[in-house]
């Protein structure tokens, strides 16, 4: 999934509910998030590989989700080993 055409749109729609003097409150951030059809995590990510991870994710049932995630901190967080 590329996540450059979300970006497009979230750009637009951004611009839809600010104005030059306007703050966005988590309400607001929610709707945006609703209308795009992405996770909030997705407008906060600062970089296209996180926010393409974010909307991949997010799109996996939550079983895959929890599955993929163990995965991931077994990979990352491998337990200590005890002297060999």
């Known amino acids: 999934m590329d996540a ?3 970006t497009d749109l979230a750009q637009v729609r951004f611009a839809r509910y600010l104005r030059p003097d306007d703050t966005l ?4 951030i929610q709707r945006i998030a609703h ?3 992405v996770p909030m995590a997705y407008l ?3 970089t296209d590989v996180l ?4 909307l991949a994710f997010g ?3 939550e079983d895959r989700q929890r599955a993929t995630l163990a995965q ?3 990979e990352l ?3 200590a080993r005890g002297p060999g």
């Open 4 to 6: 450059a055409p979300v």
């Open 25 to 28: 409150d988590i309400a607001a």
């Open 35 to 37: 209308e795009l059809q």
């Open 44 to 46: 906060f990510t600062d």
């Open 51 to 54: 926010a393409q991870m974010v």
């Open 59 to 61: 799109l996996l049932p």
């Open 72 to 74: 991931l901190q077994r």
């Open 77 to 79: 967080f491998p337990k």
